[in-house]
C-alpha cells in the first residue's frame, strides 16, 4: 500500500459524517477531515471515500498494531458470536479479566503486582491520585509539572498545566507545580521545607515522556532527583504511561529509561483499557473504596489488550521500535538539513516529534501533509508529533518523511495559506484547542 489521495479532504462522504456529528455532538468537533472505513493494512488505512492515508498519529498513539492485523482481528472474531460483550466486571466477573490481569503484570516491575481496569487514561491516573491519597492522612495537596497533561476528569484535570481552555471554570483540587526540568529536585526541596511539609503531600506525578506538553524527555537527573526526595519522604510517585507506555518509548514503560520505579503507574491508550497498577499492598483494602461498572468488563477491550501484548512479545515489537525509532530520527536529522524550518528534534524509540518555526507553520504542515496523505499530530506550541504504528517499516518512514519534505517546502512559503474546506479543520479553525 501507498498514501494516494484521490478526492478533495474532505471526501463528499466523510463530510456527510463530519457534518452530522459537528451538529449534535456535545464536545468541541471535529479536528480530522476524513471518516475511517473498514479497510487498511499495517500502517495505512483508507477512509470511505478511498483515500490512503499513511498513519503517524496512530490515533492519538492507541493503535500500536495498525490496521488488521490478523491477530487482533481472529481475536476479535472469536466474540462475533455472542453478547452482550460488556459487563460490570468489577463484581460479575468474565475470564477475560484474569487473562489480562496475567499478562498485563508478566511485562511490569515485579513489584507492580496488581492492576485494577477502568475506561479510560484520565481514570487510570484518577485511580493512581485516589490511592495515593488513601493513607496520606495529613496530604493537602498533590504536585504535577509544567505543561503536562494526565487527562480531563477533574481530578487529572487538576495535574494538567497544558492548555487553559482545558481547565477554565473548572474546580480544581488543590496542586503545586514544578519546572520541567533540572532545577524540579531544588525547586522541590525548597517547596517542602518554605511552602508544604513532606507528609502534606499526597503524591507527585510525572509522564517520563511528556506527550501533548510537547514531546519533551526529562533529564536523568531531574527524574532521578525527584524519585530520591519523594523516596526520602515517602511521597507517593505516579507515574503517566497512558501515552508513552506500552513499548512506544522503546521499553515497555517509560520509566525504565530512567532505571527507577514509581510507586502506581497508569496505563491506556495502545492497552486500549484504561488501567492503575501499584504493589498489592498499596491498593485500598475497604470494599467499595475504588470501583468502576465497566472495569474489568468490556470483554473485547481485554482480549484484545491480551493479544496485543502477546503479539508485541512474539513478534519483538520492542526491538522493531527501538531499530525504527533510531532510523526515524536519522531521517528527520538529514530532513532537518534539507529543511531548515525543521529544529528541535527530540524523542525516544516511535515517540518523536520536531518542531517549526510558528504555531501557523506547524499547523500549516499538519494539514498539508493530510492532503498529501500522511496523517500528523501537533503537540506543545509548534511541534509536529510522529507516532506510527509499533509495526512500522523502512520503507513507510522513508515515504512518510518524502511526504514532510514535500509539504514543507509547500507550505513554508512566505504568506502561504490553505483555501478551502480543508479550512474549517485542525488550525485553520483553530482558537478551539
Ligand atoms: C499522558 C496522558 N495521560 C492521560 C491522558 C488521558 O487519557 P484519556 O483521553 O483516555 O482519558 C492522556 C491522553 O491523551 C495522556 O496523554
Same mark, same amino acid.
Given at each position: ?12 462522504? @466523510? ?46 498513539? @492507541? ?18 458470536? !455472542? ?9 460479575? $466477573?468474565?475470564?477475560? %479479566? ?16 496488581? +492492576? ?13 491520585? =485516589?490511592?495515593?491519597? !488513601?493513607? !496520606?492522612?495529613? +496530604?493537602?495537596?498533590?504536585? @504535577?509539572?509544567?505543561? +503536562? ?38 525547586? $522541590?526541596?525548597?517547596?517542602? =521545607? ?13 509522564? %517520563? ?47 525504565? %529509561? ?12 495502545? $492497552? ?18 475504588? #470501583? ?17 501484548? =502477546?503479539?508485541? =512479545?512474539?513478534?519483538?515489537? $520492542? ?19 534539507? #529543511? ?70 509547500? #507550505? ?15 488550525? #485553520? ?5
Amino acid at each position: 500500500m501507498k498514501a494516494k489521495i484521490i478526492t478533495k479532504i474532505p471526501g463528499t462522504k @466523510s463530510e456527510k459524517v463530519i457534518h452530522t456529528v459537528r451538529k449534535l455532538n456535545g464536545g468541541w468537533g471535529v479536528s480530522y477531515p476524513f471518516v475511517h472505513s473498514k479497510d487498511g493494512k499495517g500502517c495505512y488505512f483508507k477512509d470511505i471515500d478511498e483515500n490512503t492515508f499513511l498513519d503517524f498519529a496512530s490515533q492519538i498513539a @492507541s493503535n500500536p498494531l495498525g490496521y488488521n492485523h490478523p491477530d487482533i482481528k481472529s481475536t476479535i472474531k472469536q466474540y462475533s458470536s !455472542r453478547a452482550p460483550v460488556k459487563f460490570a466486571g468489577q463484581d460479575f $466477573l468474565v475470564k477475560e %479479566h484474569a487473562l489480562l490481569l496475567e499478562e498485563l503484570l508478566s511485562i511490569t516491575p515485579h513489584h507492580l503486582n496488581a +492492576a485494577f481496569f477502568v475506561n479510560s487514561g484520565a481514570e487510570a491516573v484518577e485511580n493512581c491520585l =485516589k490511592i495515593s491519597m !488513601r493513607n !496520606r492522612k495529613k +496530604a493537602k495537596v498533590g504536585i @504535577s509539572f509544567e505543561s +503536562a497533561f494526565h487527562g480531563r476528569t477533574l481530578g487529572a484535570l487538576s495535574c494538567t498545566n497544558s492548555k487553559t481552555i482545558q481547565k477554565k471554570n473548572f474546580f480544581s483540587i488543590p496542586m503545586k507545580r514544578l519546572p520541567f526540568d533540572e532545577s524540579a529536585g531544588d525547586v $522541590l526541596q525548597q517547596m517542602l =521545607k518554605h511552602d508544604v511539609a513532606p507528609e502534606g503531600v499526597a503524591f507527585i506525578i510525572l509522564e %517520563h515522556l511528556q506527550g501533548e506538553g510537547g514531546y519533551r524527555v526529562p533529564s536523568k537527573k531531574m527524574v532521578k532527583d525527584i524519585r530520591v526526595i519523594a523516596k526520602q519522604h515517602n511521597i507517593p510517585y505516579i507515574a503517566d504511561e497512558v501515552q508513552a507506555g506500552m513499548g512506544r518509548t522503546g521499553e515497555w514503560w517509560a520509566f525504565q %529509561h530512567f532505571k527507577i520505579q514509581p510507586d502506581t503507574f497508569s496505563s491506556a491508550k495502545a $492497552l486500549g483499557i484504561g488501567a492503575t497498577i501499584a504493589n498489592k499492598k498499596f491498593f485500598p483494602k475497604e470494599p467499595g473504596s475504588i #470501583c468502576s461498572t465497566w472495569g474489568g468488563g468490556q470483554i473485547i477491550d481485554l482480549a484484545v489488550g491480551v493479544q496485543t501484548i =502477546k503479539t508485541m =512479545k512474539r513478534k519483538r515489537i $520492542l526491538s522493531n521500535v527501538q531499530r525504527m525509532g533510531v532510523f526515524l530520527e536519522k531521517e528527520l536529522q538529514a530532513l532537518s538539513a534539507i #529543511c531548515p524550518q525543521v529544529s528541535n528534534i527530540r524523542g525516544l524509540g516511535l515517540m518523536r516529534a520536531f518542531d517549526l518555526p510558528s504555531k501557523k507553520a506547524r499547523e500549516d504542515v499538519i494539514i498539508g501533509a493530510l492532503k498529501n496523505g500522511l496523517v500528523l499530530l501537533g503537540c506543545g506550541d509548534k511541534g509536529v508529533r510522529l507516532v506510527p504504528p509499533l509495526i512500522i517499516k523502512r520503507e513507510e518512514i522513508i515515504e512518510a518523511i518524502d511526504i514532510l519534505e514535500k509539504t514543507i517546502k509547500e #507550505c513554508c512559503k512566505p504568506k502561504f495559506k490553505h483555501t478551502g474546506k480543508i479550512c474549517q479543520y485542525t488550525a #485553520c479553525s483553530e482558537d478551539g484547542t
